[in-house]
């Protein structure tokens, strides 16, 4: 979702599918927990205003963001969900171990994606600073966590939309 007026959390409710009746896991990291815990919470808020039940949604801790793909490959397998999502922050420093865990939990996610049949949601914050995570994390950009909970509404309507095949083909 892209920015409005830099509110990146913005979105229109009445064009997001309700998320009555799905089960949803949240992998979160624990560093950087001044900001995964915000991008939890917000997660978790906007699953349940858009129909989930709360007994629904299950949190899981991961030490750091490197675990991430780990965990929610686990839950994959599980199938007891109808979408993971993955929060984690990492912030970028002076050497590049930033670079090399981003660039994982990345890859790591992306081929959950393609090789599973879940989809497991990208909530990774890459700030380059303290502040901007904060400010992404339910600052003055709004949260992060808003935002993957309204990915994964949205990705599980779609896999039971194509699933149901209940898409119109356009032609040419």
């Known amino acids: ?4 007026l830099n509110k990146l959390s913005s979105y229109k ?14 992998v979160r990291s624990e560093w950087n927990s001044e ?9 978790i808020k906007t699953l349940v205003q858009n129909g989930a039940k709360e007994s629904s949604i299950k949190v899981f801790n991961v030490p750091g963001s490197f675990e991430l793909t780990f965990a929610c490959s686990e839950l994959v397998k599980t199938k007891n969900f109808d979408a993971i999502i993955a929060i984690g922050c990492i912030i970028e420093g002076e050497t590049r171990h930033f670079e090399f865990i981003a660039k994982a939990v990345a890859n790591g996610i992306t081929q959950l994606n393609v090789l599973r049949t879940i989809p497991v949601i990208f909530g990774l914050l890459t700030p380059a600073s303290q502040q901007q995570a904060i400010d992404r994390a339910g600052g003055k950009f709004g949260n992060k966590g808003v935002e993957a909970a309204i990915t994964a509404i949205k990705m599980v309507a779609l896999k039971g939309r194509i699933r149901k095949r209940k898409f119109k083909i356009l032609e040419n």
């Open 35 to 43: 900001i995964t815990n915000p991008l939890c919470d917000g997660c």
């Open 1 to 4: 979702m892209s920015s409005e």
């Open 13 to 26: 409710p009445e064009e997001i599918p309700s998320a009555k009746g799905y089960r949803f896991a949240i």
